[in-house]
């Protein structure tokens, strides 16, 4: 595995193997690991039927016991604890998370922990940084693997000083027997501590109140890279950034058909393009959707064409320029955002009829197709070696990702080494990785190291998209009591073939997709009030253009529905929007319920302390549990002109049980406020014909500063000390929650402030 | 193709061989080894590449000729043209290992997320409160609609600009 190189300090080897780690089976190296039987492993709970109850997270925890303390950390001669992180980081922050809880579980110095970006782990099948999932995930594992590095810390002075253990303090990275005044930093007490015999075993975790990091408000640890341009991300690398980084990587672009997946006929001038200067190699790459599943079901292969190598991107993009190409149209070419809004409307289930006696309200919406337009374009860096291929990608599913690209290459998986940058956002792209699988390609064909970017119009043209979805919804009431509620979903189907951990790995995806996609539906998506009888189902129709989970996979837009759909049955029975959801709460049995009632009740004082909104301005609420967190949000909403809507402030109200950095967190909710205004109100992707319509943030319509709030207040409830004791949930899950409500937030003030019922979004399109 | 002398981050920097119309962009991150500038849209529409010429803030990606230039007066000039005026990046506002102030004001509100933006966002930020020492909501909103940052960061901007102007006008 390759070594990143760590702060410098002068004068002290770096050679560490002779030094505390705590890792790996299979490596001389090992000082210990837990593993479950299979039998053990079998008794863990399985994939659920409903989100209340066993949700996406508790099957990615599931799925991990197995190897879950299988991880490196490792104490440098420098006095640094180094801990690798099985996880991308693309700017939610998990990287200074863990290195707060690895802190404060070995009472290490916070300035001396680095947490690291672990390089693909085969051994860790399962690994994947997607459904909010990582902290639930390595909440635990990661502070036992902790613990285990401190007791054997501990253990190590003891001996050394002839002392008993626990007669030892440690503090801020210093090991200390104060009867006799002898102290020994964690660094110079590392190689007495690997040679202990000592397995990794389950150890009592600290509670929560001896903690003193977490929970404690922290700013990123990348913070001063950032604003000073040393972060590096994939296509800022160079040697000696990265141990293996191959010199002379060659920047490589690819120009595409003008539609989805049109192809390839001829290309009428290749020898005067590779004759252009800086030009280095021009490759027609073809991407073929890779995989047993396609022999069966139509294709989800990407866009792909002629690539060209050369010194620089700027020769590249302009040998890329000057290609002349003969194309085929895509099998996209004449179809266009009605016919499938049309299709999607039409297969989707019907509502039941209501008797007449009962009350009951309809709705419909339709969510368009969005890009995630993470700001970093796709892009890889890639050195293929005879069957060998080393890939620098930031992958969400690194596993996933290297058997994708060993099958494009003819090699074995075994051979591909994928390290992972920090990534300039991803929002779910990132769970597959074309560009990586095209870098390989081109590096194998020119024999060279390849530095692939994608532009921002390949980026949008041919990307993946949050499936464009049709929704249904009926409730129905008699004398204030719900009877029933009923959500009927008809989606372009979300390409999953990543897999979710063991909920549903790749090769089970061929036979029951429809099925799985059920269970993911139904493992994400939920209702806590109480509404009598609650179906929702989705339905699934898989259109040729390529798809992918987006920030909270189906919940951001069915529980985006339902929370617009709720606020429309609080103003449809004349209940007020808060207390009507807090009274359906209240009697509800769903396990999310409490957590949702005490945010509510933030934002409901909030608003009393607000007072009336002024004239053209409405407030507009939501709320939403999901990932065993919960969050509510109010906003206000300037709509003096209805065509030029503006939030003016917002707050929200947060629990996750356990909130390890609440700046973080903050950084999370907010966000998720500006996702769900844009795609609500102004963003979104259009297909005419084959070609999406937008090629860039000049018409895929972002939020901007002048479209966003100036105050996004965030109230984080404090921890809950239950949920830190074993067995207790832990902390929840925070990256994707906001979404869904804070986007129905915005639709319910604009509702309220203009008086109508936007159906179609972006709401901004249809005014 | 000639050789170039630039004033890069107050440093003399030779490339080697070069168009004239290449943009700054590709001749500071290919050729010359300053990643800080991002490519985030190459036609100048999203401001992740925003560096300073001449005390302005540009938008080095411009293809002049070939791009329109989407924010008027946005447009850097190309290597050919920008002659010996200075080339600020991101990397060039820390001298000798102490942070601007905005840089500060970056890390005190903890304004970055993912960060790729984040260059440009200051780059832009700091020509604004050059011009304007005492920048109000809506010059921020002004001066900073050209700037995604696709994680939704503004409001931490927002305070990071204030909290800058506030340090930078001195006690």
Redesign the interface.
Known sequence: MARRSEPNEAGLDTTRREFLQVLVAGSSLMIGGVFLTKEQAAALPGPGNTSDVLDLGDTLVAAETAYKYNLTLEVTPHNRVRFELPREDKGQGIATTFAMVIADEMDADYDRVDVELSDRRADRTTTITGGSSTVRTLWEPARTVAANARLRLVTAAAARWGVLPTEITVKKSLVMHEATGRAANFGELSAEAAALALPVVPLPLKPLADYGIIGTPRGRKNARAIVTGAQKYTMDLAVGDTPDFPANAKPTVVLRPPDIKGHIVSINNLAAVQAMPGVIGVVQIDLPDRGAVDLLLPSFPQSTGVAVAADTFFHALAARDALDVTWAPGPLASTSDAQIEATLTAINLPLTPVLPIFSSLDATFDFPYVAHAPLEVMNAVAHVQGSSATIWYPSQTPNYQAGQIATALGIPEANVTMHIPFAGGAFGRHLFGESAIEAALVSQALGLPIKLMWTRNDDMRHGRFRPRTHHALRASWLAGTTLTFEHRVAAAEMDLRHGYGDLFLGPGYNGAHAAIEQAAFNATVSVPYEFGVTTQTILNQRFEVPTCSWRSIYSGTTNCANEIFVDRLALAQGADDIQFRLDHLAISTSLAAPAITRCLQQVQAKRNAWGPAPAGHAYGVAAHGEYRSAVAYLVELDATNPANPRLTRAFAAVDVGIPINPKGLEAQVQGALIDGWSVMVRASNHLDNGVIREGSYSDFLWARMNHTPKTIEVYVFPADPARALPGGQGPGGAGELGLPPGSAACVNAYSRATGTQPSRFPILEFV | ?PVYNLNVNGAVRTTPDV?AD??LL??L???L???????????G??G?CTSHVAGKAKRLCIRKNVDAE?VPNSAAPQVGDVGNQPIV???G??VGGE?HPI?QA???E??????????GQ?MRALALIAANPNPS?AD???A???????????????AAIKAAAAAMSGP
């Open positions: 193709m168009p290449m943009p590709w001749v991150r290919d050729l080894g300053v990643t800080g500038p991002k490519y985030g849209c190459g036609v529409v999203c992740a989407p990046t991101i990397e506002l820390a942070l840089q970056w890390i005190d903890d304004v970055a997320s993912c960060g790729f933006c984040q260059p200051i909501d921020i909103d002004q900073m609609k050209d700037n995604v940052c696709r994680c939704g960061t503004y409001v931490r901007i927002r």
